[in-house]
């Protein structure tokens, strides 16, 4: 059965004007969905933003917002309370800060699947949990609620802990302009699986194939400016996922040239896909699923705070340095710059 999909007409943000809704975090989705939700008719005094008192807080009171340092107290006050800030740093403040002065019937919203599918959130089940995940980046939330558009979403009540769980998660879908566009009924399993699945199986090999495919091209003689620019400085494979997104998957190939049509379609029909079925199989089940990945990331995530080469992330950096692609690029983008200071200076 296809997923149910919410509209403007099935949410009632009325559930949400006499709520005292508090943001842990003002920073890419906290600060778009707290300004759309103060422009869908929630008043600003029950508005709090929950922040250390740095740039964010700052950014937070010149947009008007009231700011509280003290996670504890604004979270004590809260009906609803949406977790946004980055998703490792969620379960400690939540299960240390949060928890213990957690309203019996207060609604947690998160906007990611992860912490909830891998039960990394200790919620009381007085409480509702909700998910409500924007499938859009945070300046796009905002800019396309302002152009009264609404954006792709994904919806799911985890924890009905008060009975209408499910109508305020709706509300709040409302609220940050989601249902204009359609939010899709979901679950944070399936948020989660899709997440990191592109993250783990489809984008690396991806870049894979990018790096393999730059480096055949490399020893048959193509410089390192023309690989560059045909393979992803000119954008065109963006250009490419715009018109995918616009026309269909298969059917943007026909903005491409006959003989492109021809060798895209034979090449990949061609392809046995068995292989990387199987691989993509096993990364899904018994890496992502099975709960391995949350558990090995969960035993590095502090050392993602360290500085230099003791943070595993600057790690896998430095070894992607040595790719022959990154290597080529480095030097595009030195002679590029080169040529800008050149035609500077003669300019002068
Ligand atoms: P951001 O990285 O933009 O979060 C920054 C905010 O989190 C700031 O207010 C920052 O304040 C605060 N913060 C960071 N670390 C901590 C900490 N340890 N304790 C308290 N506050 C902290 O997050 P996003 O908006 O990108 O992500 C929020 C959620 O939305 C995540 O669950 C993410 O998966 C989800 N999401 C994100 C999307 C996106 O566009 N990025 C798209 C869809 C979903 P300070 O530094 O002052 O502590």
């Known amino acids: 059965m296809p997923p149910r999909i919410y509209y403007d007409a099935d949410a009632d943000t009325g559930l949400l004007l006499d709520k005292t809704i508090t943001f842990i975090g003002f920073g890419n989705q906290g600060s778009a969905q707290a300004e759309n939700i103060r422009d869908s008719g929630v008043t600003n005094d029950r508005i709090i933003i929950a922040n250390r008192d740095d740039r964010y807080a700052v950014e937070a009171k010149s947009k008007g917002f009231n700011v509280e340092p003290d996670f504890s107290k604004a979270a004590s006050l809260a009906d609803i309370i949406f977790l946004l800030i980055p998703d490792q740093a969620q379960p400690r403040l939540f299960n240390e800060i949060i928890v213990p002065v957690l309203r019996k019937n207060a609604t947690i919203v998160v906007a990611s699947g992860y912490n909830v599918f891998f039960g990394l959130l200790k919620v009381p089940p007085s409480n509702n949990v909700v998910m409500v995940a924007p499938r859009m980046i945070g300046s796009s939330v905002r800019s396309l609620y302002q152009k009264g558009r609404g954006f792709p979403c994904f919806v799911s009540t985890e924890q009905d802990g008060t009975g209408d769980a499910h109508a305020i998660a709706l509300a709040i879908s409302k609220a940050i302009g989601a249902t204009k566009a359609g939010a899709i009924e979901s679950s944070v399993r399936e948020e989660t699986a899709m997440d990191l699945f592109a993250e783990q199986a489809l984008w690396p090999n991806i870049i894979a194939l990018f790096r393999e495919g730059f480096s055949v091209l490399k020893d048959a003689g193509c410089s390192d400016e023309a690989l560059c620019y045909e393979m992803w400085m000119s954008k065109e494979p963006a250009e490419i996922f715009e018109a995918a997104a616009d026309d269909g998957f298969v059917q943007q190939l026909k903005r491409h040239s006959v003989v492109s049509q ?62 022959e692609l990154v290597k080529a690029e480095a030097r595009v983008r030195e002679r590029l710059a080169q040529l800008r200071r050149d035609a500077a200076e003669g300019s002068q």
């Open 262 to 323: 021809y060798g895209q379609l034979s090449g990949a029909l061609a392809l046995d896909g068995t292989g990387i079925r199987e691989h993509f199989r096993n990364i899904l089940h018994n890496q992502i699923l099975n709960g391995k990945f949350c558990e090995k990331f969960s035993q590095i995530e502090g050392e993602l705070e360290l500085e230099g080469a003791a943070n595993p992330l600057n790690q896998l950096y430095s070894r992607s340095e040595e790719m």
